[in-house]
């Protein structure tokens, strides 16, 4: 794939409004003019604390929510002008892998109905069981899941499902939202290797939306940090490790066992 922009954030901010009382609004910023971009190929962590607004910007960027201000866009396009047929395609390619699988995989569908929903959405050709059962071997998983229901699977096996959901779609960029929070250490490591592997086959890029640092340094070509709403800091993962500028930045850093680092 040609190195370039895929993904491009420019000026993003979110406000909430909340009502406190009849007659009362309060206003909150989680999203403050936030900007930055994720090349073709690349791994861009993004990481901040809990309400820092990373999960919304990513929300933002697969359309799950409005922005108030600013824009995102793909390959130099304004998503928010895409309609019909690029609108679909632009699913299609940016596909994501939530914190928690039990509350993306449908329980009254097997494994095979899950895994291959986006050949079926995309009206992508080819033989579906097979497909799905190429994809289910490829995360490391064997095909007799395909007969499974998500209830008779382990953590790490649902995790495994989602994103071979996500590549059922054959995208071009994954938004990775705390993928590995609801995992123990184990299969946290073996979740972090597939996503290299993959990453590597496919050429894809990540966006990976995290606050373990730990996983930042096994997965990511590059660090935004957010800190109430707003970008801080953006460098080299291995420049973010080693000297780290932002005050916040060295916090959470300073938070992580020496062991780890």
Sequence with gaps: MEKGRLIEINKLTKVFSFREGF???????????????????????????????????????????????????YKGEKVSGFAGKKAK??????????QDPNSSLNPRMTVQEIVSEPLRNFEMTGDCRQETAELLERVGLNRQ???????????????????????AAKPEVVILDEPLSALDITVQTKIIALLNELKDLYGM?????THDLKAVRAIA?????????????????????????????????????TLYR
């Design 23 to 73: 007659y009362k609004k309060r206003l909150v910023t989680a999203v403050d003019n936030v900007s930055f971009s994720v090349m073709a190929g690349e791994v861009v962590a993004l990481i901040g604390e809990s309400g820092s607004g990373k999960t919304t910007v990513g929300r933002i960027i697969l359309g799950l929510s409005e922005p108030s201000s600013g824009q995102v866009t």
């Design 89 to 98: 395609e632009f699913r299609r390619v940016v596909q994501a892998v939530f």
């Design 145 to 167: 899941f395909c007969l499974r229901y998500p209830h008779q699977c382990s953590g790490g096996q649902k995790q495994r499902i989602a994103i071979a959901r996500a590549l």
């Design 205 to 209: 890029s990540y966006l990976f939306i």
């Design 221 to 257: 070509d590059r660090v935004v940090v957010m800190y109430r709403g707003k970008v801080v800091e953006t460098a080299k993962t291995e420049e973010f490790m080693n000297s780290p500028v932002h005050p916040h930045s060295q916090a959470l850093l300073a938070a992580v066992p």
